[in-house]
């Protein structure tokens, strides 16, 4: 089951190339919004970061030698995070070009997340 662990952390690392990537793509475009590659990596992200955290608590896969348990509140705030950019996402899906407010805002909380993943 490490196995199928570690593969639905590539995943995850996919769905962050998505959502950052989609987001940068546009930093010179003048009709900035979400496009289907910031909603598909939201979703991506939300998916395999909660079988990123079920599988392990499950007793089922191991993430690293030694490991215990999560964090609790931090991954309650990566996934609260993660909520708020799906939700955006879906909302600037819906809506004309430009959406400059919701291309931000799904890219910082999608930076502040790498943040929190990896200094938290
Ligand atoms: C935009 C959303 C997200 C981004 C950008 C993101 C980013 C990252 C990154 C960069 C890592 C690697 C950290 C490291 O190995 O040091 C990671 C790992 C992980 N993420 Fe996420 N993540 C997101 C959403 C989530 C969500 C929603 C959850 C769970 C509810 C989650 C749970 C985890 C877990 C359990 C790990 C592996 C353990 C760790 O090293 O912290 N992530 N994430």
Redesign the pocket.
Known sequence: MDFVYNLI?IL??IG?AS??GGFLVQMRSSQKGVNPAMLHG?LT??VT??L??GLPEMGVAV?FPGWES?DHVK?GV??A??VV?TVLAFVGRRKPMPQVGLWAAIGA??IA??FI??LW
Do not use: Y
């Open positions: 952390l995850h690392f962050l959502v950052v939201a992200q939300l970061g909660l990123l955290v993430p999560w991954i990566k996934l995070l993660t950019i909380l999608s997340n790498i993943a990896v």
